[in-house]
């Protein structure tokens, strides 16, 4: 199980941390990505972090912005969020993949946590 949390509201420019802890197995057998859904929109790729740690990708929109980290003695993934936009506003959700290779496709990640919402006014 995933619980994801630390969403809240922040002004523009902010700065907020999301974690998603997982519970029943370690993360070192998981890649892990952090997507997020707006309003009225399809859920969309944010980041992901392989299973060992040592590589991570971002979506274009928020490279240079945001930070997805893990903590496998933790069991926990996090997304650091800086220079927050009012287009960052969405429920974020964790998820974790068992494929073989790091992927951005929604559809490569079977277990996702239930969302946290970021609203981020202007």
């Known amino acids: 199980q995933l619980q994801a949390s630390g969403g809240g509201l922040v002004q523009a420019g902010g700065s907020l941390r999301l974690s998603c802890a997982a519970s029943?197995?370690?993360?070192?057998?998981?890649?892990m990505g952090w997507f997020r859904q707006a309003p009225g929109k399809e859920r969309e790729f944010v980041a992901r972090?392989?299973?060992?740690?040592?590589?991570?990708y971002y979506a274009d929109s928020v490279k240079g912005r945001f930070t997805i980290s893990i903590d496998n003695a933790k069991n926990t993934v996090y997304l650091q969020m800086n220079g927050l936009k009012p287009e960052d506003t969405a429920v974020y959700y964790c998820?974790?993949?068992?494929?073989?290779?790091?992927?951005?496709?929604?559809?490569?990640?079977?277990?996702w946590g239930q969302g946290t919402e970021v609203t981020v006014s202007s």
């Open positions: 998820a974790a993949s068992t494929v073989a290779s790091p992927s951005s496709r929604i559809e490569r990640y079977a277990y």
């Open positions: 029943g197995r370690t993360f070192s057998s998981y890649h």
């Open positions: 972090i392989s299973r060992s740690g040592s590589t991570a």
